[in-house]
């Protein structure tokens, strides 16, 4: 089995995923910071058979509730194999909005 190729994000300030209020020219101007990276790898043990991993994000509120969920990639490994993950979020200063225009 082939070993599993690592990628690398790279954020876009305009992908389709982001809500709209990322697409502008000055929030794309302003540095983010990056409040929380992790980084860990995964080995195969010598012999056995191929494991197949998924790689899930869930994000939760301050209450406990899930309010996203997102398979980010799948893959294998082979015997002796080892593959690496990290996870970073990127923060920028929001924008105010007006009255009534808030989150709820």
């Not at 980084?39 to 195969?44: A, D, K, L, M, T």
């Not at 056995?48 to 893959?75: D, F, H, M, Q």
Request: charged fraction near 20%; aromatic fraction near 2%.
């Amino acid at each position: 089995m082939a070993p599993v190729a690592a990628t690398r994000s790279v954020p876009v300030p305009c992908a389709p995923q982001r809500p709209p209020r990322a697409c502008t020219s000055d929030t794309a101007q302003t540095p983010a910071v990056t409040p929380l990276r992790i980084e860990g790898n995964i080995r195969h043990p010598a012999g056995g058979e191929p494991w197949e991993y998924t790689v899930v994000v869930t994000i939760r509120n301050s209450r406990g509730e899930e309010v996203a969920r997102k398979l980010v990639g799948v893959g294998a490994l082979g015997s002796g194999e080892q593959c690496t993950f990290a996870l970073s979020v990127e923060a920028v200063e929001a924008r105010t909005r007006g009255p009534g225009k808030g989150r709820r």
